[in-house]
């Protein structure tokens, strides 16, 4: 490419230009194919944009580098990988269960423990003598509660078994002086 | 099927058509590898978030203009961090040797060390037009997938593609003038 440029005929720029891109239709081409051939100018026009295609061409295309795009896929699809709800399999379902019920066999274990440590306390005479009273009194509300349910079954079972029929009878009898009154 | 994996797949998808497609625009519109890096993989987060609202069939147009905002984003806060664009010398590696067709060696050779003297030059031009040239002559786009992608008329696009090569012309031809006379 020279240092200075080259100015071509008028109007013929675009055209020159579309040539060496090999943009330029057939009979366009043909008509301008002549003229470069009688015009110095414009031919050296020709030759720099020819020169500047073949430069471009020679770009070539870029690969992106695989760490960029491995980096991308780890950011994307690795991230919906991570945040979905992970379904444990049968085998870690099955030590799950397992882990859980030695979990509960020693908390068991440990209640059980210290409700025997309870159980064997020694007790002072004065709470010994609280809890006779106490269990005194509790066994005579529970007698009271007894007799009251006794009187109120005896009450119910008068009612099953004599009232009801007494009525039942002075109904049926009293049913056709109703209706025919 | 299950919704999620139907997401991850349409993703997946999506990312092995166009990773390269992104990462190629980031590289020559900023310049730099190790940015082109960061907005490619700012533009598939993006991607993922967004995924439930890209119709099937525009995630082409969704990429590219998402791609070509988040480039003029970055480019806009280097600027207000006070970073000059500097186009990187790795940003050659690894890229896919495209010869140009009906060239001789000699030529391809100048194309190649060219090529270099492009890249620099394609950090000066406006990014209207830088974002244009490169979906069109890197990328391979036509005028009507760029114009449909970017919502722009067609017209305006051949412009931007046109004066975009005028103006590569130019700025190549000074720095070859500016070489010269250092030389």
Known sequence: MPDTLEKPCRGLSEQIMLYAFNELGFWRRRKLKSHLRRCADCSATYQDYRLLNAGIESLGKKRLPELTLQHVLLRTLGATATSKSVRPTPVVRKWGIAVAGVLLLLVAAAIWQTTEKWNHRQYSQAEIQNAKAEVQTALGMVGKVMNRTQATLANQAVTQNIARPVWQGLEMALKPLMHGG | ?183
């Open chain 2, 1 to 183: 099927m299950n919704e999620n994996l139907m997401r991850t797949l349409r993703f997946t998808s999506i990312v092995n058509q166009y990773k390269d497609r992104i990462f190629t625009y980031s590289c020559y519109f900023l310049g730099n590898r190790h940015d082109a890096e960061d907005v490619s993989q700012e533009v598939l987060l993006k991607l993922w978030q967004h995924l439930d609202e890209i119709r099937i069939g525009s995630a082409k147009a969704w990429i590219l203009i998402t791609t070509r905002n988040l480039c003029i984003d970055f480019v806009r806060r280097r600027k207000r961090r006070g970073q000059h664009v500097t186009c990187s010398a790795a940003i050659d590696s690894e890229s896919e040797p495209a010869g140009p067709a009906e060239l001789s060696p000699l030529e391809m050779a100048n194309a190649s060390s060219l090529s270099e003297q492009i890249a620099k030059a394609l950090l000066q031009l406006p990014e209207t037009q830088r974002g244009v040239l490169i979906m069109r002559e890197i990328q391979d786009l036509s005028y009507h997938d760029i114009s449909n992608a970017l919502k722009l008329p067609l017209n305006t696009v051949k412009v931007y593609i046109l004066r975009g090569r005028m103006a590569l012309r130019e700025i190549l031809a000074k720095s070859l003038k500016a070489e010269l006379h250092d030389a």
